[in-house]
């Protein structure tokens, strides 16, 4: 098998890069372009519209120490992972820890294809360790830089018709509850902790290790072409059960779409990396688009277009691992709501019309992928199969009027929300959501009776009081 990367893609990207220079700013652009790093004692995510100061941030080095941090730490104690989630599901003014230093491979199972890893791998890590005991995710998001704890908690997912969120391949989970004791739970043990752990936005203890069902070692060929937005909804429709990867990135003003698919290819040969690092030029180029649009909103249409024109399709294949994960290095903010997969495309539809009609400016496009549906009790697919759309802006840009303007359409199409990423729904509506919230509230207030583990936003959600 070989490896390709469209070599015109780098070079039409250099172009637009160029020529978005001139058109955004003569001055130096990127001054102050990344929000402000954490400072000393400071915790923040990755776009940076979440910080907490909290009273301590503790990285225990083994599962023992990390019960005695939970079992004596004072005050509110939140967990976080890879700090990749836009909603305030971490900010705490109390303790904050981070599995991060247990991270690895702990167990695997060739017969089975189950492997048990530290609640800290990160994805990326995750992959190169899988692969190298013959196995790979059944599927993964469109970035690896999240941990496998984080990720599970708020189902992180990717895009394909059969393939489920990331919860729903745990097979078994290690949990410190908050009085410091370590239960193994699973659908056979503790079935019910293990159930709503399963998506459990660390609320219910933390994560030390997971269990996960995966597949065989395989490689991925990757097509990526552009297209005007109708002719793409018509393909990735007719394309949803005939290819094992399909999503879409939409550019409303600029009425084109970038679609990308992914199918399984010949693992044979040519093992080496596939993945470029993005060059400094396509970067730029992003950035460049994304300030532009921000200083001058008109330019939205014009700039949308020539990514059309310009960001020619290419294909690439190799390990599954490497193919997955592309590079968000231009910094946005998200909200993201799965409905029926049936009513996708209508949905997508009343979104990128809601951008249009509003005129509103933004330069990211819009994505939209597809999600099987799977038993977990709040996983946005509970129970149902799925179709995500995701409304990004750059994250100097205010994304509140965008997102205001979008949130009403996801609701008439009864959305569920990314738990890591921006709505405004609470307890109330999410209970209409979720045919299991009850019971997750009620294995919650079992785990956590005293909410040591609640942060203000989860007292939100949850409808639990101060
Ligand atoms: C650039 C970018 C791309 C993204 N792409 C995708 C995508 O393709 N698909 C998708 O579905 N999502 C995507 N996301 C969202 C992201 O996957 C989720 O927000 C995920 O939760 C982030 O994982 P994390 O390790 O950073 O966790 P954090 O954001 O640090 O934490 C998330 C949650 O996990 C809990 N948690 C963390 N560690 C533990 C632990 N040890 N025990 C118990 N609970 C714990 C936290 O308390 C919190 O509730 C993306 C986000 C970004 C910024």
């Known amino acids: 098998m070989k490896a390709a990367q469209s070599s015109r893609r780098g070079f039409l990207v250099r172009g637009v890069g160029a020529g978005l220079a001139g058109l955004a700013s003569a001055r130096a652009p990127f001054a102050g372009a990344e929000a402000a790093p954490a400072a000393a004692g400071e915790w923040r995510n990755w776009s940076g519209n979440q ?66 890893l530290a609640a ?31 990720a599970t908690a708020t189902a992180t997912h990717g895009t394909g018709r059969t393939l489920q969120c990331l919860s729903g391949y745990v097979r078994g989970l290690r949990l410190v509850l908050p009085d410091g004791e370590l239960v193994e739970c699973s659908a056979v043990r503790d079935a019910e902790l293990f159930e709503a752990a399963r998506v459990g936005l660390g609320a219910l203890g933390v994560l030390s290790a997971v269990t996960l069902q995966n597949r065989a070692a395989y490689a991925l ?47 044979g040969a040519d093992p080496g990396p596939q993945v470029a690092a993005p060059t400094f030029d396509e970067n730029v180029a992003l950035e460049f688009a994304a300030e532009a649009v921000r200083r001058a909103p008109w330019l939205k249409g014009p700039i949308q277009r020539l990514v059309g024109l310009f960001v020619a399709g290419g294909e690439r294949s190799g390990p599954a ?31 990128v019309a809601t951008i249009r009609a509003r005129d509103l400016g933004v330069f990211f496009p819009v994505e939209f992928r597809y999600v099987a549906a799977d038993d977990t009790w709040l996983g946005p697919c509970a129970g149902r199969a799925g179709a995500a759309i995701s409304v990004h802006q750059y994250h100097r840009q205010d994304h509140r009027e965008l997102f205001a303007a979008v949130e009403p359409v996801f609701h008439r199409f009864a959305g569920r929300p990314h738990w890591g990423k921006l709505h405004t729904l609470a307890a109330p509506a999410l209970a ?25 936003y989860l007292r939100t959600l949850f409808g639990v009081r101060a």
């Not at 800290?120 to 496998?148: H, V, W």
Request: net charge neutral.
């Open 120 to 150: 800290g791998t990160r994805l990326a890590q995750a992959g190169e360790l899988l692969a190298a005991a013959g196995q790979n995710l059944e599927n993964e998001p469109d970035i690896n830089l999240q941990s496998l704890a984080g």
């Open 321 to 351: 691992h490497r193919i997955f994960p592309g590079q968000r290095t231009v910094a946005f903010n998200e909200m993201e709501y799965t409905v029926a997969a049936g009513h996708g495309i209508e949905c997508l539809r009343e979104v």
């Open 51 to 116: 910080r907490a100061r909290p009273a301590a941030i503790h990285y225990p080095e083994s599962e023992a120490a990390l019960r005695r941090l939970v079992a004596q730490a004072t005050g509110p104690l939140r967990a976080f992972g890879g700090s990749h989630s836009f909603s305030a599901l971490v900010p705490s003014a109390g303790t904050l820890v981070s599995v991060e230093r247990l991270a690895g491979l702990l167990a695997h199972d060739g017969a089975t294809l189950r492997a048990t």
């Open 432 to 456: 209409a959501l979720y045919p299991r919230w009850d019971d997750f509230l009620a294995v919650r207030r079992r785990a956590d009776p005293r909410g040591r583990l609640l942060n203000p």
């Open 221 to 267: 060929r990757e097509r990526t072409v552009v297209m005007d937005f109708d002719a793409a909804c018509a393909h990735v429709e007719a394309r949803r059960d005939s290819v094992r990867h399909v999503e879409f990135f939409v550019f409303p003003h600029g009425g084109t779409a970038l679609v990308k698919e992914m199918e399984l290819t010949d693992p």
